[in-house]
């Protein structure tokens, strides 16, 4: 027999409580596999691809594209057992069991349970003798041409349109049917709804009763309830209506999430953020002769490779910048690896991949790190596990053609490193003006955590090794 079974939206890093369905790659009636993607969700963090846990068929998806669902709620029924739907031994005595064949006595055999039978409604009589029809369910079954009873006929659900069929002489005049707009006697009307879609309106306030849905067969849909409570935008004298020279984006997924991340670190951790122009021509003759040597041939070897390689031997020097405030515990937790945060822009907002144990890399190994994550970036392939966990940042902004910034300390460290444009500029050198390569360095951290002189130090650690890399050496 049939085996349904929820599959609840699990978490999927560390302390997320809810996600957005991206989109569905099964719909009801599809067969699914252990393992097989069944639907792209967007967390607080990255976009991921749910996997199924079970093997069996689809019933119903439980959740719609673009709903956010909170960890633990169900978003899809799987028959574990579709075999034993049809199973002969789950049908009633004297029948076939066949989905959808009318049986011996008369039903018709539905997925679930059975239908009812298609001769006339027997009455049962009452002691003195009158006989009534009995109860009416809620919501009547489907049929297309019900024969005509001694009762009232039972006027049809808004989504089933049945043929019109002209009652006996002696029967009284048909009910009309509740209409969606207008029906406050709601009779045997119930709205056609899906349960997401339900939890929507009883959170919003609205009556589905007082809707007409939109959706196929007249279901009533999210943006039914959602434009049910829209307010009606009010016209401002001298300008054009909002809709057709502005546009409104929901806050939510990597967007909510970075916003509220800079919110708490801007105005938790006292920032503060030093300056360093730095001449980088020795670093970038180095980087010419290596992209020709043999081991850096088939590696994509760029500025931010340098700038990271800097950054993990400066942090030996000074290690009060890879360290944690826990403001709980009254303790500095000091890091002896270092997990190095790269923010990269994607068309989902701004994240922080993380290089595990850069600390330990050599420059063509963080030269390759680097361009994975940049890739696995750009594509949205990014696991919410790989963007936890960070000990120091680096922001590249160089890449748009920036000098410089100010930026905000990721969450949960105590320094972040912008990374400027290299660009041709005068610079003394010997006592004369020669054009040089030259860039800017930014590096803002926790006061609570590093002192002036320890931010200063780690800050001029960082542009020695990029003014002169054989400083690498002494490290």
């Not at 596999?33 to 998806?61: F, M, R, S, Y």
């Not at 349960?195 to 609205?206: H, I, M, Q, S, T």
């Not at 963080?366 to 392939?381: C, F, I, M, P, Y």
């Amino acid at each position: 027999m049939p085996q349904f079974k929820q599959f609840p939206l699990p978490d999927t890093a560390e302390g997320l409580t809810e996600a957005e369905i991206l989109t569905w790659h099964v719909r009801p009636g599809d067969e699914v596999k252990v393992n097989q993607v069944i639907c792209e969700i967007e967390t607080a963090k990255a976009a991921v691809e749910l996997p199924c846990p079970w093997d069996g068929v689809v019933t119903e998806l439980l959740a719609e594209v673009g709903q956010t669902v909170e960890v633990g709620s169900p978003i899809i029924t799987i028959d574990l057992d579709p075999a034993g739907a049809a199973a002969p031994a789950a049908a009633p005595a004297g029948s076939n069991g066949k989905i959808a064949e009318e049986t011996a006595d008369g039903r018709v055999a539905n997925l679930v349970g059975y239908g009812p039978k298609s001769g006339a409604a027997k009455r049962r009589p009452r002691k003195g003798g009158t006989a009534v029809a009995p109860p009416v369910p809620a919501v009547a079954p489907p049929v297309v041409a019900p024969p005509p009873v001694a009762a009232p006929p039972v006027a049809p659900t808004p989504v089933v349109r049945t043929p019109a069929v002209p009652a006996p002489a002696s029967s009284p005049a048909p009910v009309p049917a509740p209409t969606p707009a207008s029906a406050p006697a709601r009779g045997g009307y119930v709205p056609l709804a899906k349960p997401p879609v339900r939890k929507l309106a009883k959170d919003l306030g609205v009556d589905l009763y007082a809707l007409s849905g939109s959706g196929p067969g007249g279901v009533i849909t999210r943006e039914d309830v959602e434009q049910a409570t829209a307010p009606a935008p009010e016209a401002v004298p001298g300008l054009a209506p909002a809709g057709s020279r502005e546009r409104r984006v929901p806050i939510k997924g990597v967007r909510r999430a970075t916003a509220q991340a800079m919110v708490d670190s801007a105005f938790t951790a006292p920032h503060v953020t030093e300056f360093l122009t730095v001449d980088v021509t020795p670093m970038m003759e180095l980087r010419a002769r290596l992209k020709n040597a043999p081991e850096f041939r088939d590696v994509k070897l760029t500025p931010l490779a340098f700038a990271a390689k800097a950054v993990v031997l400066a942090v030996r020097r000074t290690p009060d910048v890879n360290a944690t405030w826990d403001g709980a515990a009254q303790e500095i937790v000091y890091k002896d690896y270092v997990h190095l945060g790269i923010a990269a822009a994607t068309p989902r907002g701004l994240v922080v991949p993380k290089v595990r144990d850069a600390d330990g890399m050599s420059l063509r190994e963080l030269a390759v790190s680097l361009e994975d994550l940049a890739t696995t970036a750009r594509e949205g392939r990014t696991t919410p596990a790989d963007m936890v966990g960070g000990t120091i940042t680096i922001t590249n902004v160089g890449v748009f053609g920036v000098d410089t910034g100010t930026p905000i300390i990721n969450p949960g460290e105590v320094a972040i490193l912008a990374f400027g444009a290299i660009r041709d500029m005068p610079w003394v050198v010997d006592g004369q003006v020669v054009p040089r390569k030259v860039c800017q360095l930014a590096l803002s951290f926790d006061h609570r955590v590093v002192d002036g002189q320890q931010g200063s130090r780690f800050l001029a650690d960082v542009g020695a090794l990029l003014a002169d890399p054989g400083v690498a050496l002494t490290y």
